[in-house]
């Protein structure tokens, strides 16, 4: 019975460990093709108010 939980165990972490890799991919792709398409503005624009909103000056 060991040897079967500790299997188990192990493809449990395999599994989220996938899980958390297929969900980079996809957030990478979904932001990489967001920013491919967005007008140059607007990425600026969206980078500029990230920075004062974290309290980096930029000017």
Known sequence: MI?????????????RKSSQILASVVLGVVVLSAVGVAPLEVIHNAAHDTRHSSGFPCH
């Open 3 to 15: 040897q079967f939980s500790q299997t188990q165990e192990v493809s449990s972490v395999n599994t």
